[in-house]
């Protein structure tokens, strides 16, 4: 979800004056050590909350831009946020006053002032603060949203126990619709707590297969009905309480409890109607897989389809920038902090090369998905848009040449069978579930045996090629490579730009070489606006074989 699209902040701690557009779904601030990263989620939770940091009331002779502290002119910090409300966002009865002042879109600004305690707010691009009357219907706004500050510092068992009341309201609402009597209540709370944490459990158990099943230490008698959440862990025949787990399992447990929490609040009678969660490091206290399975895991929370989170965090980490779908630089200079480079692949070059994160392969990169190389960028186009249409639930990359590479590289099928043959053995690497398949265009056929001849059979690689019964049949060999498969529609469409396409006696349509490579672009451009299902009348079979090839 995408609620808050753009931040500026001005003479808050490190950061003098910018503005961070355009922020993701799940958004990723690298950078070195105190280069400012943090204080991009801190000067948020004052924003939201009056606290810079976890039970830290805002300061403003601590929390102002120090290198201007000595200026003899007014002194101001300023929070601006900029929210898009998505179409899930409900303005429940009674809050009819608060839409009309604010709208869909809008920009909210905090300041502080030196010697004045209280903040205040202005709306939009006006001057003037908003009046008692207005302020009390902007407070009303930011209550139907949760803002959680996560620092990398705490427990994560601390965050789960401070939670149990949030988890306990939970049961008690499922259950007062489910047990009768009061001699079923507390079957009810067995019953109704293991519904709760399914998906908990079916996550921890897919990262750490070594843990059997979870419960919900629940109560069991009106005694203890009063009751602090924990969680038992089985592992062979024992079962262990959540505080006997390494910190990463801890973590995991945390950002699920959370998720949980922030998701079920959602329908309690529309209170909320969003959460935007600020998480420092989530890798930390992780090995390498379970931190992958987190990165997707975020990653997933944050692009939910009518979903209502929204993930910003600072990471030191590849697989939460590769898992992030906007990426920010941060760095220091002369104690200020700047936000730079947001290219996703120029990111991960530069705080590998500066040694934040790990050098990560091209083909490690989203290690949790398989992984579908192709020609070119029409190939890629079209086959990302189709599995798009066919093929939503699964998490799929589609990648070319240039894409893995960067820089001048080109594609082709010959630069791409030379790239093969010199990083297999980055392939062979890879997890089984998550294999490479290379799929090439039906003109390249010829190539298929000198691809296969780097793999074996056991290998998480497969090479296919399209083949002939994908043909439009009113395409011939003209027509090259991906354009073949195309739909009428999309050749329509592309042609009503280009005006390149003729057509033969028999019916069929032609195109000259030399026209060729326009008509390619306009169907690039016609493809990336998405497909229909029609679209992949001629496609749609051989598409399905291949999705049937995959974990």
Known sequence: MKLISEVTIDHFRSIRSKTICDLGHFTAFAGLNNSGKSNVLRALHAFFSDQTDIGVDFDFS??????????????????????????????????????????????????????????????????????????AL????????TFRYIPNRVLPLDIIRDEHRALRDVLVRRLAKKAKSKEDIFKSIGETSATLIKSLQSSIHEACPEIGSIRLATPTSWQDLIFAFGYKLKMDESELDDSAQGSG?????????????????????????????????????????????????????????EGRLQILGTTHSDLMLQSADRTVFVSMSKGESSFGVTDKRAVLQEAARLGISRWTHPIHCNPLQPLILVEGKFDWAFLEEALKTIA??????VS?????????????????????????????????????????????????????????????????VWPETAFNPKLGKAFHGIERHMSDRIVDRADSVAKVLGTKKDGSRTVSRDDYGAFKEEVFKVVKKGLKLKDLQYSKAFLDSLLNLLP
């Open 62 to 135: 601590r929390d102002y831009y120090c290198h201007d502290f000595k200026a003899k002119k007014a002194k101001r910090i300023s929070i601006s946020v900029k929210f898009d409300l998505p179409s899930s966002f409900k303005f429940r009865k009674g809050l009819e006053p608060v839409e009309n002042l604010l709208g869909r879109s809008f920009t909210l600004r905090k300041t502080w002032m030196r010697n004045n305690p209280l903040s205040s707010y202005y709306l939009n691009s006006s001057n003037v603060p908003v009046s008692h009357e207005q302020r």
């Open 392 to 397: 939503q639930s699964k998490e799929i990359i």
């Open 249 to 305: 399992i801890q973590s995991f447990l945390m950002l699920e409890t959370l998720s949980l929490i922030d998701r079920d609040y959602f329908q309690k009678f529309g209170w909320k109607q969003a959460a935007i969660w600020a998480v420092e490091e989530p890798e930390s206290s992780l090995h390498t897989s379970l931190e992958a399975r987190v990165a997707a895991y975020l990653a997933d929370l944050a692009n939910e389809t």
């Open 400 to 464: 070319y040449l240039e894409q893995l590479q960067g820089g001048g590289t080109t594609g082709g099928v010959d630069a791409l069978l030379q790239y093969i043959r010199a990083n297999a053995a980055a392939i062979k690497a890879r997890v089984t579930d998550a294999p490479v398949i290379i799929l090439l265009d039906w003109d390249a056929a010829k190539k298929e045996v000198e691809f296969k001849k780097s793999f074996g059979p056991s290998d998480p690689c497969k090479v296919l």
């Open 138 to 145: 902007i407070e009303q706004f930011l209550s139907l949203v």
